[in-house]
């Protein structure tokens, strides 16, 4: 059985994740949902990877471009979220919803976790993928990853 899979990914990093999903057999991607725009504190001009999203989803599942808060997901078995900046309603996922998170949950919660833990001159950092609740970044992890931060900074 397919998963009815939407997906909510930004950036580069959700890029990658979304080539994955596209290859996926047990994925059925209904739709992806990604920041047309960068944030307005980084120029607000047009995402350089939007080009790419919108190239490997032409006639394989429908991509929205979405700007500000309020996007209600369709049902679908599974939601994926990667890089998001806006806090989704996770109800509407029948078996699961995941984010992926750049951090060390719960240390580095909420917006710029790599910047943070850099700043804070960690050694390691992690992604940590766990179960979304209506809390930021506190659902249950499901998996974390960690890399060794290069000395050199």
């Known amino acids: 059985m397919k998963l009815k899979t ?3 990914l930004a950036r580069w990093p959700g890029f990658l994740v979304l080539k994955d999903l596209l290859i996926n057999p047990k994925i059925d991607l209904q ?3 990604t920041h047309g725009n960068l944030p307005k504190a980084e120029g607000g001009l047009e995402r350089p990877e939007l080009a790419y999203y919108r190239n490997v989803t032409t006639d394989r599942c429908e991509l929205f471009e979405i700007e500000g808060p309020g996007v209600l997901a369709p049902d ?10 806006f806090i989704l309603p996770v109800g509407h996922a029948r078996i699961a919803a995941i984010n992926i998170h750049r951090g060390d949950l719960p240390k580095y919660a909420g917006a710029k976790p790599v910047e943070r833990a850099l700043y804070a001159k960690e050694n390691l950092i992690a992604i940590t993928a766990h179960h979304m609740t209506e809390e930021i970044d506190a659902g249950d992890k499901i998996a974390v990853v960690w890399s060794k931060i290069p000395e050199a900074r």
């Open 31 to 33: 739709a992806v949902f």
């Open 76 to 85: 679908a078995d599974l939601i994926i979220c990667l890089s998001w900046r």
């Open 6 to 8: 939407i997906a909510f």
